[in-house]
């Protein structure tokens, strides 16, 4: 029997449209069957992923096959190469082969897949005990004096007793060897930080963790893994969960025990339904759930309130919880390939959202497809507009209910006695009678609400405008070509840093955008108009915060204090507009 280390390192030129492929790759040997991930819309995708593959004899061959995962769930065929073994060249050097149709199919094939052969390491000796080439690598981890250890790609079945020799090892790498399953003394290795297992053979989870609860790294992609049991959320410290290309079905709610991670990858799986306590996770920054069989999401799911990028692409979710604007720091979201037929109206308080991916999806409204096509700007746009009529619609119900509630009330008053009338109106101006002087003098002067609605309606009027004169000032910029045309800009901007300073003391922390990037060869100008078209869109960001207050339910204060904030910045935006028109 003979084995070889295969790295799948991707194609180029695969046949089809790039926006509906998905492509990944199998390679088969005998019964062996190993699968890369799934790179979402390319025609050219890079998987550089590493198996460990056995051979029979030398007559056996290699077959790779190339496919798309599909929206409605299933399998494309891109294209197949079959080597012999005998010819296998293990030199690790990187070699093009052309791909082939199916005999007797009308495929469409076209492209060619990247490959590297190279010698696997030797593997473990008898009785659990290290080959010299195993004993080495953990030599060389305990003279390192980081305490690492990389056992990656030596065929191993249980981890070699030589091992056991340091139980301080902070780091170990066991990816690519054959662990049918989950290695039991790992829990001897208390102080373990970080646990690779990536690409083994592994069918079922660890049943107890307890050993490792310092873990902050853990790497279970691409083994056979069914199911997640309570063991996980024995791994309290994990900060770092991969869990991809499995065969997951189920996942135990004792995940929400993980309050620390702050990643966490499911995507390539089984998964059809997300249990409640993931809304627990309120320090996740990253989810990865593309690609599983999901119909719907639990509505507590909106609790991952720092969530900053989320993957829903290739599952089956025909709607999303009504609370979704609490992960109002989402800065990516992608939901294509689902069955959604509209957006919940709260994802309209998102408004740092500057990646959107909604395609392939049954969207009813054609003005929120026609947004979407135009740049996610335009259609977050859009989705706080109908955010902010929706909010005002409910309000004016509720004032018309009030309204109707109040003529009920004088119809059963006049419906009473009057001497019964009286003696209630008596009873309730006892000992009232300054008060009621005090509002028959001013019964033409403002109560507060009525100030507070005058302020938020005269503020959301100007808000409007604000947003006329930037688009004005965003479509200069964007044409300028001269320091002498950038300068107005990038002066307006600096002007408008006392208000956004005011606004923020009003509204939750924003992040300061990234600064821009710039190559050496770039000049003056575009130095200029890169930086400031980064304050442009910190501006729009505080901006949209301050609508989305003024557009809610403000407290009298948070009026008063933004409406001298929306005053300055229209004037400093429509002076700048009128400099840019000479």
Request: aromatic share 6%; charged share 25%; net charge negative.
């Amino acid at each position: 029997m003979a084995a070889a280390k295969v790295s799948v390192l991707g194609c180029r030129d695969l046949a089809g449209e790039a926006d509906d492929i998905n492509p990944y790759c199998v390679l088969a040997a005998g019964k062996q069957r190993f699968k890369t991930n799934i790179v979402g819309r390319t025609l050219g995708p890079r998987w550089d992923e590493t198996f460990v593959v056995t051979f029979e004899d030398a007559t056996s061959k290699l077959l790779v096959t190339i496919w798309s995962k599909q929206q409605d769930g299933g399998d494309l065929f891109l294209g197949l190469m079959s080597l012999d073994v005998s010819s296998l060249v293990l030199d690790d050097a990187a070699y093009w082969y052309p791909l082939q149709g199916r005999r007797g199919k009308n495929d469409i094939v076209a492209g060619e897949v990247c490959l590297a052969f190279d010698h696997p390491p030797q593997m473990q000796g008898k009785g659990g005990k290290a080959s010299d080439v195993v004993k080495d690598k953990i030599n060389q981890g305990l003279q390192g004096g980081e305490n690492i250890l990389d056992l990656s790609g030596c065929s191993l079945s249980n981890l070699p007793t030589e091992a056991l020799n340091n139980l301080n090892w902070a780091n170990i790498d066991l990816s690519f060897n054959k662990f049918t399953k989950w290695p039991v003394n790992l829990n001897m290795f208390e102080g373990l930080q970080e646990l690779i297992l990536s690409g083994c053979h592994l069918t079922r989870f660890g049943e107890d963790m307890r050993g490792l609860g310092n873990l902050r790294v853990l790497a279970l992609n691409g083994n056979k893994l069914k199911v997640i049991g309570d063991s996980i959320g024995q791994l309290m410290s994990l900060e770092r969960l991969d869990l991809a290309n499995n065969e997951i079905t189920d996942i135990s709610p004792k995940i929400g025990n993980l309050r620390s991670l702050e990643e966490l990858g499911l995507g390539g799986n089984q998964v059809s339904s997300i249990p409640p306590q993931f809304g627990k996770l309120e320090f996740l920054e990253v989810l990865d759930l593309s690609g599983n069989k999901i119909t719907s999401l639990p509505n507590e799911f909106p609790g991952m309130i720092r969530l900053l990028d989320l993957n829903l692409a290739n599952n089956e979710l025909k709607k999303l919880p009504s609370d979704w604007g609490n992960m109002s720091r989402l800065v990516s979201l992608n939901i294509s390939d689902n069955k959604l037929t509209d957006l919940p109206l709260s994802i309209g308080a998102c408004v740092h959202m500057d990646t959107v991916v909604l395609d392939r999806n049954p969207i009813k409204d054609q003005e929120l497809l026609r947004k979407y096509q135009i740049g996610t700007d335009h259609l977050m746009d859009y989705l706080g507009k109908r955010l902010f009529a929706f909010t005002q619609d409910q309000k004016r119900r509720k004032r018309e209910q009030e309204r109707r509630t109040n003529a009920a009330k004088k119809l059963r008053d006049a419906a009473k006695d009057p001497n019964e009338k009286k003696e209630e109106e008596e009873e309730a101006n006892a000992g009232n009678s300054m008060f009621s002087l005090e509002v028959d003098e001013t019964e033409d002067k403002l109560t507060d609400e009525e100030k507070q609605q005058k302020i938020r309606g005269h503020s959301q009027k100007l808000a409007v405008e604000i947003k006329n004169e930037l688009v004005s000032v965003k479509r200069a910029l964007n044409g300028a070509n001269s320091l002498e045309q950038i300068i107005p800009v990038a002066k307006a901007i600096r002007a408008l840093i006392p208000h956004m300073n005011v606004a923020r003391q009003q509204m939750a922390p924003i992040p300061k955008p990234n600064p821009p990037i710039f190559r050496g060869d770039e000049d003056a100008v575009t130095k200029l108009k890169k930086t400031t078209a980064v304050a442009v869109k910190e501006f729009e960001t505080v901006w949209q915060g301050i609508f989305n207050i003024v557009c809610g339910n403000p407290t009298l204060e948070q009026l008063v204090a933004l409406s001298g904030v929306i005053t300055g910045c229209l004037g400093v935006l429509q002076e700048v507009n009128k400099e840019i028109k000479k």
